[in-house]
């Protein structure tokens, strides 16, 4: 099981330590480590900053969000990032939510997410594997456009630049067991939410029968700390604000995965909490047993025995959310 540094996206601004810390994830030994946006700082800016500082480690997005780019925009920015980086990128792409696609980026959540994906990930492709102009009949990313409104001009068009790596390697985040299935056939890889190593049938069947050299690459948070529930407190406050407030009431995939491995009540509990504005409420509503399956936190010992669950299953890359440079070295120890 390889190691990654996960480092999400920035809060209010940028976040100083991250070319440091990767740079220590480097010295380590990390085989990679992976930027994501929301509504904010974008996934491959600072992954560019942190390439130019590096020589080694494997940089990725996780996630770049689909509805940010449109699936040619997201194929040039991997293609250049991976010649500049002298082959080091792999794309980490996810639909995201009504919330987000239609109030931050204004267009339609598509009624069909798994064949917007489906389209998405077909275009990206074509566009890395530059064989022929690209060309879609899609109902979501068709090329060239041919809609209404178009100009009837639309012309197909082949990358003016080769890409360094016509397989540059494409992950996908997914949560519901159909769009799991999906990435496991369409994608190199998967990024699961919430990974739990005692419950993959969460995620559905086809988790069990995964291609050669299929990459399962979670992100969990990692702390080494003396006091558990302390250390747990950070990832109640994120699943506090994923299941309460990254989505709506009647539609949240992130409230429904929890549901799934076992926590529907409480699921639902957090989301009334948090949406009625009792934010700290929703935090401490999380059930410690449910945060704690999903990281790894505690004193080395603890860390160390609960890694070999971790290597059990199918996880190829283990991307650790790791506050400080002791836990990514003691994490690296562990797993040497």
Same mark, same amino acid.
């Given at each position: 099981?390889?190691?990654?540094?996960?480092?999400?996206?920035?809060?209010?601004?940028?976040?100083?330590?991250?070319?440091?810390?990767?740079?220590?994830?480097?010295?380590?030994?990390?085989?990679?480590?992976?930027?994501?946006?929301?509504?904010?700082?974008?996934?491959?800016?600072?992954?560019?900053?942190?390439?130019?500082?590096?020589?080694?480690?494997?940089?990725?997005?996780?996630?770049?969000?689909?509805?940010?780019?449109?699936?040619?925009?997201?194929?040039?920015?991997?293609?250049?990032?991976?010649?500049?980086?002298?082959?080091?990128?792999?794309?980490?792409?996810?639909?995201?939510?009504?919330?987000?696609?239609?109030?931050?980026?204004?267009?339609?959540?598509?009624?069909?997410?798994?064949?917007?994906?489906?389209?998405?990930?077909?275009?990206?492709?074509?566009?890395? $594997? +530059?064989?022929?102009?690209?060309? !879609?009949? =899609? %109902?979501?990313?068709?090329?060239?456009?041919?809609? *209404? @409104? &178009?100009?009837?001009?639309?012309?197909?068009?082949?990358?003016?630049?080769?890409?360094?790596?016509?397989?540059?390697?494409?992950?996908?985040?997914?949560?519901?067991?159909?769009?799991?299935?999906?990435?496991?056939?369409?994608?190199?890889?998967?990024?699961?939410?919430?990974?739990?190593?005692?419950?993959?049938?969460?995620?559905?069947?086809?988790?069990?029968?995964?291609?050669?050299?299929?990459?399962?690459?979670?992100?969990?948070?990692?702390?080494?700390?003396?006091?558990?529930?302390?250390?747990?407190?950070?990832?109640?406050?994120?699943?506090?604000?994923?299941?309460?407030?990254?989505?709506?009431?009647?539609?949240?995939?992130?409230?429904?995965?929890?549901?799934?491995?076992?926590?529907?009540?409480?699921? $639902? +509990?957090?989301?009334?909490?948090? !949406?009625? =504005? %009792?934010?700290?409420?929703?935090?401490?509503?999380? *059930? @410690? &047993?449910?945060?704690?399956?999903?990281?790894?936190?505690?004193?080395?010992?603890?860390?160390?025995?609960?890694?070999?669950?971790?290597?059990?299953?199918?996880?190829?890359?283990?991307?650790?959310?790791?506050?400080?440079?002791?836990?990514?070295?003691?994490?690296?120890?562990?797993?040497?």
């Amino acid at each position: 099981m390889r190691l990654g540094l996960a480092l999400g996206y920035w809060g209010r601004g940028p976040a100083t330590d991250h070319v440091e810390l990767a740079r220590e994830a480097e010295r380590l030994g990390y085989d990679s480590v992976w930027t994501a946006e929301s509504w904010g700082s974008d996934a491959f800016t600072p992954l560019t900053w942190i390439a130019a500082r590096t020589s080694r480690i494997r940089l990725g997005t996780a996630v770049a969000q689909m509805a940010a780019r449109s699936p040619t925009t997201t194929a040039m920015h991997a293609l250049t990032l991976d010649h500049l980086s002298g082959g080091r990128m792999t794309l980490g792409l996810g639909l995201s939510g009504p919330q987000v696609v239609e109030g931050w980026y204004g267009r339609p959540f598509p009624k069909s997410p798994l064949t917007a994906t489906r389209e998405y990930v077909d275009v990206v492709r074509q566009v890395l $594997r +530059r064989e022929a102009p690209v060309e !879609l009949d =899609g %109902r979501f990313h068709p090329l060239p456009y041919r809609g *209404p @409104d &178009a100009t009837g001009l639309g012309k197909p068009l082949k990358s003016i630049t080769h890409p360094l790596r016509p397989r540059l390697p494409v992950l996908l985040g997914a949560e519901g067991p159909r769009n799991v299935a999906q990435t496991i056939r369409i994608a190199d890889g998967w990024l699961p939410l919430y990974w739990s190593p005692n419950r993959p049938e969460a995620y559905g069947d086809a988790v069990r029968d995964l291609p050669e050299g299929f990459q399962v690459a979670p992100m969990a948070q990692v702390r080494v700390c003396e006091d558990v529930a302390e250390g747990l407190l950070p990832v109640k406050a994120m699943l506090g604000f994923y299941i309460g407030g990254m989505g709506h009431a009647a539609r949240n995939f992130h409230a429904d995965l929890m549901g799934r491995m076992g926590y529907e009540e409480e699921a $639902r +509990r957090i989301q009334e909490l948090f !949406l009625s =504005g %009792r934010r700290d409420e929703a935090v401490l509503a999380v *059930p @410690d &047993a449910f945060a704690d399956e999903i990281s790894l936190v505690g004193p080395r010992e603890r860390i160390a025995e609960r890694l070999q669950s971790w290597r059990r299953g199918p996880v190829t890359d283990l991307l650790a959310v790791a506050p400080d440079r002791t836990t990514l070295r003691v994490l690296a120890e562990l797993n040497g």
